[in-house]
Each structure stands twice: as C-alpha cells, then as structure tokens.
C-alpha cells in the first residue's frame, strides 16, 4: 500500500487544526495504522453527512482528495443512499480518474447523537439501526465524527451531548481499539433564531470532549469546520453545504487525515 501523503490538490487552510497531545513528542507515540492494511474510513453524521440526493455531498469532495493523494483507502458505513424527500435528483458524482464514486457512509438526515446510539426502528430515507450494529459489518481506522448540529437545535443540555459523544467514541473503540478519532467542530448553521449561538456554544465544549477522551493509543483529533465557513455562501438553507461548504469540508477532512498520517509514518 501507498502513502503519497502530500496532494498536489492541497492548500492551506484556514481553519485550525487542533491535535489534542500534550506535545509532539505524545503525539508521535499514537499508535500507526497497519501499513499493510486498506485505510478504512468512516464518516459519521447527521444530514451534513448524508446529503440530500441532488447533492456531492462533502465526502464526495473527500473521496476525490484522497483518490488523488494516492492512499490506499476504502469508505465505510452502513449507507449508501442520499436523502430524497425534499429535493430528489442525481447527486453530481461522476466518475474520477477512472474510479466510481465509494458511497459507503453513516450519515443519518436529522439524527440527533443519542439516535446514532440507540437507533431507529423506521427507515424514512434516513437509514435504520444503531452505531453497535452498523459497526458490526465493517472494520473503522479513521472515524471522521460531524455530529451535534441536530442536538443543538433542539438545546438538549451540554452535559448529555458530552456522554453520548463519549459514547460513540467508546462503541468505535470495542470495534477497533486503535481507531483514530476525529471530532468535529460544526459548520456554522441557523436553523431558528438562536441557532448560531447554540451551535457555537457546542463547539466551545469539543475540545474538552476531545482532551479527556484522548489516548496514546485511540488519539482524538479536534478538526476546526467552523473557522472561514461562511454561513450565507457556503450553504444553500442555513444548515447544509453549498458546493463551496463541501468543497471546504472535504479539505478539512483531508488535511486531518494526511497531517494525521505523514506524523505518524516519519
């Protein structure tokens, strides 16, 4: 397998980057994913990450950085559907250098965080089940986590957001106990009046979220989406990503996850 960890495609960023280690020197003793192996990625989330089916969808944007950077990678999930209800029409994911689009995801349209984990029993178009048996039909090494959005609208409690993110991440650790985690501070998004500031109050308590639950060996790796996306551009309804949100997505991630990878491969 091949690591061309620096994408002729990559620009700087202006969002942070938050690794959450104490210095570099804890940082490079996470423990490295198997070279040996397909990268197995996961990208979990709620409506931002399932997209509607007339829509790329960021993890298109994702897909193609990644095809182009040369990692042996495979996305992973129990979806591979987009979200038809309210604006049904073919996602623009033509085939990229002779490659299809992987539509394998875990966004789930509308879920709040407790329903990753608990599940539920209806598929509307959204998906049906839970995070622990999703889990159980494929392998994760890198979870990208953009959960949260749903919470904040209906202003469930900070303290209850805290344990069912500190749940996701221990169910993603029984499935894979080196998996790397990488938790999302959200896209701006105003649903309702007071949404912005829910949302920005949420992302405040991230960091914390990430810091205690980071380890040596399962790192948590805070990636900043809010910082340079802009509200009134880079979504189509306050809430979802326009084509430049997905594009701006998409380079966060990657940027994670190639920083991620040329530290702990030098």
């Known amino acids: 397998m091949r690591f061309l960890l620096d994408s002729p495609h990559q620009t700087n960023c202006t969002r942070g980057l938050y690794f959450v280690f104490l210095s570099a020197m804890v940082f490079s003793l996470a423990v490295p994913i198997a070279q040996a192996d397909t990268l197995k990625i996961l990208t979990l989330g709620d409506s931002i990450t399932q997209a509607e089916s007339n829509r790329a969808s960021y993890r298109y944007s994702l897909w193609k950085k990644l095809v182009d950077s040369g990692i042996d990678f495979d996305l992973v999930g129990s979806m591979n559907k987009q979200f038809d209800k309210y604006n049904p029409g073919p996602a623009p994911q033509p085939a990229y250098r002779g490659l299809n689009f992987d539509l394998d995801h875990e966004g789930h349209f509308a879920w709040r965080i407790g329903e990753i984990i608990n599940g539920r029993s209806h598929d ?143």
């Open 124 to 266: 509307n178009g959204s998906g049906k089940g839970k995070l622990a048996d999703w889990l159980e039909s494929y392998e994760v090494d890198i979870a990208l986590i953009h959960l949260g959005t749903n919470d904040a609208f209906q202003r469930l409690p900070h303290n209850v957001t805290t344990t069912n993110l500190n749940t996701i991440i221990k169910l993603l650790r029984e499935s894979n106990p080196e998996v790397v985690i990488m938790l999302a501070q959200l896209i701006p998004a105003a649903q309702s009046p007071g949404d912005d500031e829910a949302v920005k109050a949420l992302n405040k308590i991230i960091p914390q979220i990430a810091a205690s639950m980071n380890t040596d060996k399962s790192p948590v790796i805070v990636v900043d989406h809010f910082t340079g996306f802009d509200l009134s551009s880079d979504t189509y309804d306050n809430v979802h990503p326009t084509a430049s949100g997905e594009e701006k997505m998409g380079q966060a991630w990657f940027d994670a996850i190639n920083d991620y990878l040329k530290a702990t491969r030098q």
